[in-house]
């Protein structure tokens, strides 16, 4: 029986509930069998919807991107009447990949190998001695397998379950919550790819709960009210969660209510002088809201007549089924994504980027996650391998975790997880892996359960 969630002024959140979670183990195989691996590609990785590329990035007809998940290439293509279709990277010829660039425009896709035209809505428009063919001319008759493909928040997504259900089924609440942020009008000011020695499974475990926190971020307690006590966790019958934390107070156990500088920052920023809260550091918080909500427009962030007064002070925390997850601010939307290596269950490739709003007239640097960076700056996508460079503090830290990680999911020694409840969500994230392999979840039958989930 799920139990309806409350969010944080003790409304009713009917679509964010608690589903009920079993107890079988989590093993380390699970992390480092190939069989293990494949399988999971096969009946998991090919019937959910994954975020892939930026509406923004394809302005024009014939404008495309290209992204890989594991051994797939997928192309995502915009169309003469301004839609997105996406369809597998292979020439129907004799199966060589079409294009190996990240992004691009053109009037066909031409194959390198043999000189196939393919136009971008997927038809075959030339063929080489197109009459040497004893079926007749593949002109007409051969096409690029197409992938289904929707849009939502400014991202293109797609499935490769042909009988995939509607994009807004499978995100529940989710399209609900991010449609209340200016999500398709952000701009990317951060983006760091890492290819990570560990599987992929290891990275959406850490952003699936919070425990690690005072660990491995001690630093991150400055601005963000301390313990699961005090953090919403929500669950939902979709595979996704949330967690919400307080922001905009300063960390009791840093010398009491002491103010540190992130915070103070923030608060002149807002016109709010942090001597005048000695000794009432609890009331930030409420301050900030109220500031912004009576600043934010004349400065030109408009979008906050969409949000809740907690969504502009808090950090939303989303893990989407099966490997993205996000921490969104008022202003900011932190990209989180792990992708399966397309033969090493025990490597991964690890997509770090960060989206900011754009108020008008607005000047002042951009913060990311990795630093300062100036205001309509353009910024190029990097590809590193782990420990190059820094991807920025908070990333360079739940990396050095996962590594390790990795090296002891191998040992014999290990039995197992032993989880807190503020670790729920990675025993349940793992419970929807096993109902795919087991065929409970296919065709978008999203709230399909078996009355015992076999751990596999």
């Known amino acids: 029986m799920s139990e309806v969630a409350e969010d944080w002024r003790g409304h009713p959140a009917p679509d964010w509930r608690r589903p009920a979670i079993g107890e079988h183990p989590i093993q380390g195989h699970r992390y480092t069998s190939r069989e293990f691996f494949e399988r999971e590609f096969e009946h998991m990785w090919t019937k959910v919807w994954l975020l892939l590329g930026r509406e923004e990035e ?14 797939e290439s997928i192309l995502m293509v915009r169309q003469k009447d301004g839609s997105v279709r996406a369809f597998y990277n292979v020439c129907q010829h004799r199966g060589n990949r079409l294009v190996f660039e990240e992004k ?4 066909r896709f031409v194959c390198k190998y043999h000189s196939w035209a393919f136009m971008p809505d997927g038809e075959l428009n030339f063929a080489q001695d197109a009459e040497d063919f004893p079926q007749g001319n593949p002109c007409g008759k051969v096409r690029l397998n197409e992938v289904k493909c929707e849009t939502f928040a400014g991202f293109i997504w797609v499935n490769m379950d042909p009988e995939a259900g509607p994009l807004q089924d499978y995100l529940g609440p989710i399209w609900e919550d991010w449609s209340m942020y200016p999500v398709a009008d952000m701009r990317r000011y951060l983006a760091y790819t890492v290819n990570v020695p560990c599987n992929w499974k290891v990275i959406q475990d850490n952003f699936n709960e919070s425990y690690h926190l005072r660990s491995v971020h001690p630093e991150a ?22 967690m919400v934390m307080h922001a905009g107070y300063p960390a009791r156990s840093l010398e009491g209510n002491k103010l540190r500088a992130p915070l103070m920052a923030l608060m002149r920023e807002w016109d709010l002088d942090p001597a005048d809260f000695r000794g009432r550091e609890r009331d930030i918080r409420l301050a900030l809201q109220r500031q912004k909500r009576k600043l934010g427009p004349e400065r030109g962030f408009t979008h906050y007549d969409n949000l809740r007064d907690e969504q502009l002070t808090d950090f939303y925390h989303y893990t989407v089924f099966p490997n993205f997850a996000v921490s969104i601010t008022a202003d900011g939307f932190h990209f989180l994504r792990s992708r399966p290596h397309p033969t090493n269950p025990e490597q991964c490739v690890f997509d770090n980027w960060f989206y900011a709003t754009e108020p008008e007239g607005e000047t002042r640097p951009v913060g990311t996650p990795a630093g300062l960076v100036p205001r309509g700056a353009k910024v190029e996508h990097e590809i590193i391998d782990y420990g190059d460079k820094s991807i920025g503090l908070g990333m360079d830290q739940d990396m050095s975790i996962t590594t390790g990680q990795q090296l002891g999911f191998r040992s014999r020694g290990y039995r ?41």
Not at 104 to 107: A, D, K, L
């Open 58 to 71: 394809m302005p024009n007809p014939g404008d495309w991107q290209r992204e890989d998940v594991g051994p």
């Open 104 to 107: 691009g425009h053109v009037r």
């Open 221 to 242: 307690a400055v601005q963000i009210e301390e313990g699961y006590k005090e953090t919403q966790f929500d669950m939902c019958d979709e595979a996704h969660g949330r």
């Open 416 to 456: 197992g997880v032993y989880l807190s409840g503020q670790e729920a969500r990675i025993r349940r994230y793992h419970e929807v892996i096993d109902e795919y392999l087991q065929g409970v979840r296919p065709h978008g039958r999203l709230n399909a359960r078996p009355a015992s989930v076999r751990s596999i």
